[in-house]
């Protein structure tokens, strides 16, 4: 059973290009939750998502930053304009159910973002 | 809103020693939390979890320790082995809230001496 999966796993981009990442969750898993970690800090919530709606964005800052998860596919995480205080790595996470009925969340191996 | 902080950003022990790491957070309304074990250049992997109807519970080799009074919680790793190698965050979640996100603290970093 192939667990969670981010692509590409490093990514390269000037200052004002777009930056796609991609996560595909793990089998049987409708939850998806994206996170971000900046170098020697612990991760932070960014956007829970349900195919094809938002749950919670709280994290997610209100400019450049866009998240889906289709019925179909993977889920996104955009970054437009970016700029060099977004690099860091970006984590997907999927569980079965919501951490209401005790899903636990399951990350991939992440997508370093570097913005030159 | 939730915190969740570690006592020490460093932890050495020696190959075949117990080791403890140590967790606090702030927000009392907090009923979930979760250690994960991230090694170099991968994502966090799940260890063991708790909820906030437990004070203790056990794992292969871990043991996590919950401390409602004091917002205390501690992964206890027994025989530590050179693969234990990694930092080690506690994340925590109100799942009654409505909310889904975990927050986590910023990490423990465990070296074991050979």
């Known amino acids: 059973n192939a667990g969670v999966m981010q692509n590409p796993r490093h990514l390269v981009r000037r200052r004002g290009q777009e930056a796609r990442l991609r996560c595909s969750p793990m089998?049987?898993?409708?939850?998806v939750y994206w996170y971000r970690q900046l170098p020697e800090e612990g991760l932070k919530f960014m956007v829970y998502?349900?195919?094809?709606?938002?749950?919670?964005e709280s994290g997610m800052p209100k400019e450049r930053f866009s998240a889906e998860f289709p019925k179909e596919g993977p889920s996104i995480l955009r970054i437009q304009q970016v700029v060099r205080g977004d690099s860091a790595a970006y984590f997907c996470?999927?569980?079965?159910?919501?951490?209401?009925?005790?899903?636990?969340?399951?990350f991939g191996p992440g997508t370093r973002l570097l913005v030159l | 809103g939730e915190s969740v902080g570690l006592h020490l950003p460093t932890l050495s022990v020696q190959e075949g020693d117990n080791s403890i790491i140590n967790c606090a957070y702030s927000?009392?309304?907090?009923?979930?939390f979760i250690w994960y074990k991230q090694e170099s250049g991968k994502g966090p992997q799940f260890i063991i979890d708790?909820?906030?109807?437990?004070d203790k519970r056990q794992g292969q080799r871990v043991t996590v320790l919950l401390n409602k009074t004091v917002k205390h919680l501690s992964l206890q790793i027994a025989a530590t082995q050179p693969g234990d190698s990694a930092v080690y965050f506690c994340a925590g979640a109100e799942s009654g809230a409505g909310s889904y996100q975990l927050t986590f603290g910023k990490g423990t970093k465990l070296s074991v001496i050979p």
């Open positions: 998502l349900q195919k094809e709606n938002i749950i919670d």
């Open positions: 996470a999927s569980s079965p159910i919501g951490l209401a009925g005790r899903g636990t969340q399951y």
């Open positions: 927000n009392s309304a907090s009923d979930y």
């Open positions: 708790i909820r906030s109807n437990m």
């Open positions: 089998k049987g898993h409708s939850h």
